[in-house]
């Protein structure tokens, strides 16, 4: 909801299908868990650019460990937006 995106119907279990959360900005994959940590992997995330790259959007990650959200992005990404750079 806050990147303005739409969930992926079916994300994970078709395969092909990018990301979670497609926004006009963002492909967003997501994660939650119970436990009380994530292993965050270069893997998963050279993967969501990757795909991100094909749909011309830029790549986030979301992960929520026991209720606590984070956001994941790469620092040029990051710092287009401390700029204020249009989407």
């Given at each position: ?44 995330l ?28 790469r ?13």
């Amino acid at each position: 909801q806050k990147v303005g995106g739409r969930r992926q119907a079916a994300s994970g279990s078709i395969r092909g299908l990018p990301g979670d959360v497609l926004s006009k900005r963002f492909l967003c994959e997501a994660k939650v868990t119970a436990a009380a940590s994530y292993p965050l992997k270069l893997s998963v995330l050279k993967k969501i650019e990757g795909e991100a790259f094909q749909l011309r959007r830029e790549p986030l990650m979301a992960i929520e460990i026991q209720g606590n959200r984070y956001m994941v992005m790469r620092e040029d990404v990051f710092d287009r937006i401390l700029e204020g750079e249009p989407e």
